[in-house]
């Protein structure tokens, strides 16, 4: 059963849905399975495709782009489906089934194919080539990181969070916009125990820190990148080395937020000075701190 309504959003000319589901037969636990625990599930579909979903008991409202509202509706019933009860037993729907369930529906590049616009308004160019969004959501996170002082970027790997932050660094730098970049992240663990570590602090922290380099080679070249280092222009720095320190006229990005404490979270936000962006990115169901520890990125 269900109920279907469409507008036009007039800010950006766009057709929204409106649509309203009732899953059948219903059962609350079932229910609490499909949802999983503090409505997590729910909240990764409306983060990944874009939409909101609205609940009171069994029956969903879900917003937002048509063919994400379409595919939101069709996992829903899929899923729910898979809650049913096996040997007397109430299936749990895992996060990594919804990410596979919207890797399958192939949602989001049909979406950034309907809305052609999204790639054009906001582009990234290096000087080796320009860096366009794949998806609309991509794009959303770009426009988000152009147009305020601090982004969070929350998702699986894979999404392109680190790359598309690191891209909108290197532009920012381009365009004399900041004087410098500063990448860091929590380092080996919560503790960040890197004395035990062969080398100086460069060599200790580097091979975690390897995937922003990559991106950073990729779009300036190895020799570029390695002169910026030289001159404190790139500068690269576990979190725990934040401390104390106020960075203006910075672009500033904290990869594997998730492995940040509470307290080491706030420290890093406090850091951020005059004409400087911060982009925060992470993936919550890959957190690795000690039990018990909450991450600073919840």
């Given at each position: 059963m269900?109920?279907?309504?469409?507008?036009?959003d007039?800010?950006?000319?766009?057709?929204?849905?409106t649509?309203?589901?009732?899953?059948?037969?219903?059962?609350?636990?079932?229910?609490?399975?499909?949802?999983?625990?503090?409505?997590?599930?729910i909240?990764?579909?409306?983060?990944r495709?874009?939409?909101?979903?609205?609940?009171?008991d069994?029956h969903f409202?879900?917003?937002g782009?048509?063919?994400?509202?379409t595919?939101?509706a069709?996992?829903?019933?899929s899923?729910y489906?898979?809650?049913?009860?096996?040997?007397?037993?109430?299936q749990?729907?895992?996060?990594?089934?919804?990410?596979?369930a919207?890797?399958?529906a192939?949602?989001?590049e049909?979406?950034?194919?309907?809305?052609?616009e999204?790639?054009?308004a906001?582009?990234?160019?290096?000087k080796?080539?320009?860096?366009?969004?794949?998806?609309?959501?991509?794009a959303q996170?770009?426009?988000?990181?152009?147009?305020?002082?601090?982004?969070?970027g929350?998702?699986?790997?894979?999404t392109?969070?680190?790359?598309?932050a690191?891209?909108?660094?290197?532009?920012?730098l381009?365009r004399?916009?900041?004087?410098?970049?500063?990448?860091?992240?929590?380092?080996?663990?919560?503790?960040?125990?890197?004395?035990?570590?062969?080398?100086?602090?460069?060599?200790?922290?580097d091979?975690?820190?390897?995937?922003?380099?990559d991106?950073?080679?990729?779009?300036?070249?190895?020799?570029k990148?390695?002169?910026?280092?030289?001159?404190?222009?790139?500068e690269?720095a576990?979190?725990?080395?934040?401390?104390g320190?106020?960075?203006?006229?910075a672009?500033i990005?904290?990869?594997?937020?998730q492995?940040?404490?509470?307290e080491?979270?706030?420290?890093?936000?406090t850091?951020?000075?005059?004409?400087?962006?911060?982009?925060i990115t992470g993936?919550?169901?890959?957190?690795?701190?000690?039990?018990?520890?909450k991450?600073g990125?919840?």
């Amino acid at each position: 059963m269900f109920s279907f309504r469409r507008h036009t959003d007039k800010r950006n000319g766009l057709n929204i849905d409106t649509r309203e589901i009732t899953l059948e037969p219903a059962d609350n636990a079932r229910l609490l399975s499909l949802c999983g625990p503090f409505d997590d599930n729910i909240k990764q579909l409306e983060r990944r495709l874009g939409i909101e979903i609205n609940r009171r008991d069994n029956h969903f409202k879900l917003t937002g782009r048509p063919i994400c509202v379409t595919a939101a509706a069709d996992i829903l019933r899929s899923l729910y489906v898979d809650t049913a009860p096996m040997r007397g037993q109430i299936q749990d729907i895992e996060p990594e089934q919804i990410h596979l369930a919207i890797k399958e529906a192939r949602v989001l590049e049909q979406s950034a194919e309907s809305v052609p616009e999204y790639g054009k308004a906001v582009n990234i160019k290096t000087k080796r080539g320009v860096i366009k969004p794949r998806t609309p959501n991509q794009a959303q996170y770009i426009a988000n990181i152009l147009d305020h002082d601090i982004t969070f970027g929350v998702g699986p790997a894979g999404t392109g969070k680190t790359y598309l932050a690191v891209a909108a660094a290197v532009d920012a730098l381009e365009r004399q916009e900041i004087r410098r970049i500063l990448l860091t992240r929590p380092a080996v663990e919560a503790g960040e125990k890197l004395g035990f570590l062969p080398g100086d602090l460069s060599q200790k922290v580097d091979p975690y820190l390897r995937p922003l380099y990559d991106a950073l080679f990729e779009m300036l070249g190895f020799e570029k990148v390695e002169k910026l280092i030289e001159r404190n222009v790139i500068e690269v720095a576990p979190l725990a080395y934040m401390r104390g320190r106020t960075l203006n006229d910075a672009f500033i990005i904290l990869d594997e937020s998730q492995n940040t404490t509470i307290e080491q979270m706030k420290m890093f936000l406090t850091r951020i000075g005059f004409n400087s962006k911060a982009v925060i990115t992470g993936d919550v169901t890959q957190i690795d701190l000690p039990r018990n520890t909450k991450s600073g990125l919840r």
